[in-house]
């Protein structure tokens, strides 16, 4: 066992469980935003696609502070920084899109593919560290979650002039799904 700050593996993770149970009700409220967020997108697809864009903005901008606040409060180096890097990422897609709400449709869909993409990869690089420090934490929702953001990247990549009610269609049912998990890890959370 090597001496550092963290002290080995018991200490290390009974603080990564302890600041994982605190942050609970932020990870509950990530869900529910999202889930908010993914029901409105289903039920008004044909909106203008300048909607879709502020209503994108304001979720990834809300959510990038939550999840920044909850790197911030985790005491694991190896969840901290993907968290807060994912964090950084929501909050500069957020103001990205206020910056220049005018922008074009494709712009915006590779503006969202690209924070797909990266988010997700960043939750399931947490994901597989959280397992390695506290197995059977719920850490395979977060990967579950990771997968379906890297999911909705390739889509949109692959497939970009898929056309506005389709993206709004993508996009409500990953975050309808994404905010059902994110809930459920809460909770799970506030268990530990």
């Given at each position: 066992?090597?001496?550092?700050?963290d002290?080995?593996?018991?200490?290390?993770?009974?603080?990564?469980?302890?600041?994982?149970?605190?942050?609970?009700?932020?990870t509950?409220a990530?869900?529910?935003?999202?889930?908010?967020?993914?029901?409105?997108?289903?039920?008004?697809?044909?909106?203008?696609?300048?909607?879709l864009?502020?209503?994108?903005?304001?979720?990834a901008?809300?959510?990038g502070?939550?999840?920044?606040?909850?790197?911030?409060?985790?005491?694991?180096?190896?969840?901290?920084?993907?968290?807060?890097?994912s964090?950084?990422l929501?909050?500069?897609?957020g103001?990205?899109?206020?910056v220049?709400?005018g922008?074009?449709?494709?712009?915006?869909?590779?503006?969202?593919?690209?924070?797909?993409?990266?988010?997700?990869?960043?939750?399931?690089?947490?994901?597989?560290?959280?397992?390695?420090?506290?197995?059977?934490?719920?850490?395979?929702?977060?990967?579950?979650?990771?997968?379906l953001?890297?999911?909705?990247?390739?889509?949109?990549?692959?497939?970009?002039?898929?056309?506005?009610i389709?993206?709004?269609?993508?996009?409500?049912?990953y975050?309808?799904l994404?905010?059902?998990?994110?809930?459920?890890?809460?909770f799970?959370?506030?268990?530990?």
């Open positions: 066992m090597t001496q550092n700050s002290l080995g593996p018991a200490p290390r993770s009974s603080s990564l469980r302890a600041a994982a149970r605190s942050s609970w009700g932020w509950v990530r869900g529910v935003l999202t889930l908010i967020f993914g029901i409105l997108a289903l039920i008004w697809p044909g909106a203008a696609f300048l909607s864009a502020i209503v994108f903005g304001a979720y901008f809300v959510d502070v939550a999840t920044l606040i909850g790197g911030f409060a985790s005491r694991s180096g190896g969840v901290r920084w993907p968290l807060i890097l964090g950084v929501g909050i500069v897609a103001v990205i899109t206020f220049n709400p922008a074009t449709v494709l712009a915006l869909l590779w503006l969202i593919a690209a924070w797909a993409l990266v988010r997700g990869i960043l939750e399931i690089v947490a994901a597989i560290r959280w397992r390695a420090e506290i197995p059977g934490a719920g850490e395979w929702l977060v990967g579950l979650s990771g997968l953001l890297v999911i909705l990247g390739l889509l949109l990549l692959f497939n970009p002039l898929a056309g506005i389709t993206t709004a269609y993508l996009i409500g049912f975050a309808v994404a905010g059902i998990v994110l809930i459920l890890l809460g799970r959370l506030r268990n530990l």
